[in-house]
């Protein structure tokens, strides 16, 4: 299972060499991966179909007692097969859609790692695995809508994309950290097992918060709907299979995963189920009033994510087998119809719907492949896409709550739904022939028609043999969603009743708004104008604070002026000590200062008086000769409180540095007053500030003993085990000899960088 997962990047990484051997038939040639996935997770469906669920681990971090484990489930099946099945069209039709684009062999790369990191999402059972895949699909996701990275729109939608569903990802990392701790496991297997452990927390509903705002951005829930239709940016294969298998549906799957765990409350009715419904109206009516070709396709997806959300959120065993249901039809449609916008845009040069007609002539294979595929997503019977649409009614009809309002919605959305799929189905290849914007010349190549002639015929066989799909793979797919195993079932024909009248008015009601689609545009132009205060106005107004604050930032924090700089991180630690030692003890100073004599008192005062002429004088050589004058005074300490080598080695060091001072600056001239006395006023209290901060800082340090000195053991071993009297010298040399060694590289390193230097001419640089 790990070498199924990590394949798909092994082969990414060889992708382009592939591409340059094989040339034109490389999409056919890395096909062959998941086409081989696709095979092996099939092998698997006796043994899920039966209700038994498989765990693969492999230690990960043995230390932390970490694994990277896999768990394949109905559910975690139902979303492989649909990614490695449609992975297989996409890859193959990618290679003859983009034939001698200069980065097809990039694009290769992106797919596949992106096919890769879907299918760790899906079939991760450690939680931080599954976070880790979450993201990976967020980066290469990002990376594929702006595969064409010299237009800015590309680049501007990819962007929001990266932003929208990384924000959410931050809320979700945080959701699941804490259902780890509420359920003490990180593994998906034992926290969906351990009952109602985590709905009874009281950290439930902050969790479910969390980890809906992750799902709700990543499948683009009102209101973080409109960076959906916007990374339309993408070549269409990519739009295609963001849209059908993988990216967009990584929230639905974590949302019907968790369910056995979160769900069955009211609070995941009513979240789930209201903010479901309203992104499915939303999206089936801003796909009425769009034009463009994948502008249609891709809200008509916004719809079909509320759709799930609003099942799984009414949670009922009917509503968790209408969302498999829904999910498998979905896919095979919506990647379908996508791929037929790719010929459209191939073959004829269309992107808009209003550029399109009459071409059932020219592209006549196309034409019936659409009018399939719309057919399913119109719901008509006998097409899949009817069954599921039976199921949503039914569903809807019985939710727990809010059992009108659901209806009310549904029924309004499968008007509009009806209106969509005659939109993409019937407009571009029947009525009025319409000049496209690039004459066709032939129909599509094989390697073309292949996925959708596949998709769109599945969408007609799975409606009239649905035992191919319901025990084996859709009911296992609801058993592990719903948490017990689900006695309903799937049926072409359940009567006349209540479903099947909605049904038959919606298809009634969906035609006639067809016919009047250019009416209904006219007459719902007002939204154009409240659409410039929407949600997608609100991210826009977001970057632009988040600029004007790093303009902001910039110019006061991170100007390019050192003094700044230093103003700044010493201003926070002293506010930062202060505020640490008032809040968390005081100042608990023990210190006498009654035995200081005399002599100790005038080197203090030296040591003063010689820091107060180095910062007041406005001779460079006498701020160098008070500065040194400083240096001996510290060694002068050193000496009387018997550390005489420290205190040879200060003297030397401060006289090779006033030395060298000296030799440079004296030919300087004097210091300038270029800054006004209130600059160095406030300098000066700075100063004082930070230095009676740390002095402070130092007194509690040296007051305070929490544990036993070191000291005495250093003097005891230094002889026996050192073999060394001075015990100074033993610490450098033995008992910190690497921490010596350290600072020598160091003094060496510099030693060389002034030599260098030293020895360097501009003359002897070369152009």
């Not at 996409?90 to 990191?117: C, K």
Request: hydrophobic share 55%; with cysteine.
């Amino acid at each position: 299972m790990l070498l199924a997962v990590l394949s798909a990047f092994l082969l990414a990484i060889v992708a382009p060499t592939v591409h340059r051997v094989t040339g034109a038939y490389s999409g056919w040639v890395l096909a062959i991966l998941p086409a081989a996935l696709f095979i092996y997770f099939a092998s698997f469906l006796p043994v899920v179909g039966a209700g038994e669920a498989l765990r693969f681990s492999t230690p990960w971090v043995p230390g932390l007692g970490i694994e990277l484990s896999f768990w394949l489930d109905g559910l975690s099946l139902l979303f492989a097969l649909l990614i490695t099945g449609i992975g297989f069209f996409i890859v193959a039709y990618a290679g003859r859609y983009l034939e001698g684009h200069r980065d097809l062999g990039r694009f290769y790369v992106l797919i596949l790692s992106f096919m890769g990191s879907m299918l760790g999402l899906v079939l991760a059972d450690n939680l931080i695995a599954l976070f880790v895949f979450w993201e990976l699909t967020s980066i290469t996701s990002y990376l594929l809508i702006g595969f064409n990275h010299e237009d800015a729109k590309a680049r501007k939608s990819a962007l929001q994309g990266l932003f929208v569903t990384v924000g959410g990802g931050l809320a979700l990392l945080t959701g699941l950290i804490m259902m780890a701790l509420v359920s003490g496991s990180y593994e998906l297997s034992e926290i969906l097992a351990s009952g109602d452990v985590v709905r009874d927390h009281g950290w439930y509903v902050a969790i479910v918060l969390l980890v809906l705002a992750g799902c709700f951005t990543k499948s683009a829930q009102v209101p973080f709907h409109f960076w959906l239709p916007n990374a339309m940016a993408a070549p269409t294969p990519v739009s295609a299979y963001l849209h059908s298998a993988t990216m967009v549906k990584a929230g639905v799957y974590l949302m019907a995963r968790l369910n056995p765990s979160l769900g069955a409350t009211d609070l995941w009715l009513i979240l789930l189920g209201v903010f479901g419904a309203l992104t499915m109206f939303t999206g089936v009516f801003l796909s009425v009033r769009s034009t463009g070709v994948k502008k249609v396709l891709a809200y008509s997806t916004v719809m079909a994510l509320g759709t799930l959300t609003m099942l799984i959120g009414i949670g009922t065993e009917k509503a968790i087998l209408a969302a498999m249901t829904f999910l498998l039809a979905h896919s095979l449609y919506k990647g379908a119809l996508f791929l037929i916008a790719g010929i459209l845009d191939h073959e004829a040069g269309a992107k808009d719907f209003l550029e399109t007609g009459g071409l059932r002539r020219s592209l006549p294979i196309t034409a019936t492949l659409a009018a399939l595929a719309a057919l399913s997503l119109g719901g008509m019977i006998p097409m899949f896409g009817f069954v599921a649409k039976e199921l949503l009614f039914e569903a809807v009809l019985d939710a727990p709550m809010l059992s009108g309002f659901f209806t009310v919605l549904a029924a309004l959305s499968a008007i509009m739904v009806v209106a969509v799929a005659a939109i993409v189905g019937i407009r571009p290849y029947w009525g009025k022939p319409v000049k496209t914007p690039k004459a066709v010349q032939h129909e599509a190549p094989p390697a073309m028609l292949a996925g959708p002639a596949v998709l769109a015929s599945l969408g007609l066989l799975f409606g009239l043999g649905l035992a191919w799909v319901d025990k084996g793979l859709i009911n296992a797919a609801a058993q592990s969603v719903y948490g017990t195993p689900v006695s309903a079932y799937l049926a072409l024909w359940h009567g006349i009743n209540l479903p099947l009248m909605l049904s038959g008015v919606s298809l009634a009601l969906g035609l006639f708004l067809y016919l009047n689609w250019e009416r209904f545009r006219r007459l719902t132009g007002f939204m154009e104008t409240l659409s410039k205060f929407g949600p997608e106005r609100g991210y826009e107004k977001t970057m632009d604070g988040l600029v004007w604050s790093a303009d902001w930032q910039t110019r006061i924090l991170q100007n390019g002026y050192l003094r700044y700089y230093l103003l700044t991180i010493l201003l926070s630690t002293v506010a930062l000590l202060s505020y640490s030692l008032l809040r968390y003890g005081g100042f608990p100073l023990h210190f006498d200062v009654s035995d200081v004599r005399l002599h100790e008192w005038v080197i203090v005062a030296v040591l003063l008086l010689a820091a107060l002429v180095s910062v007041t004088t406005r001779s460079r050589l006498g701020a160098v000769a008070s500065l040194g004058a400083v240096g001996f005074a510290v060694a002068l300490i050193y000496v009387l409180f018997s550390a005489a080598d420290v205190g040879i080695t200060q003297v030397l060091v401060e006289t090779l540095t006033v030395i060298m001072l000296v030799l440079v600056l004296f030919r300087l001239p004097g210091f300038l007053a270029l800054s006004p006395n209130v600059i160095r006023l406030r300098d000066a209290f700075v100063a004082l500030l930070v230095g009676a901060t740390m002095a402070l800082l130092s007194l509690l340090a040296s007051s305070q003993r929490y544990y036993p000195s070191i000291a005495e053991y250093f003097i005891a071993e230094s002889q026996p085990s050192g073999f060394g009297r001075n015990v100074v010298n033993v610490i450098l040399v033995d008992f910190r000899a690497l921490d010596t060694l350290g600072e020598i590289v160091v003094l060496a390193l510099a030693a060389l960088g002034v030599f260098a230097m030293i020895k360097f001419r501009a003359e002897d640089r070369k152009e």
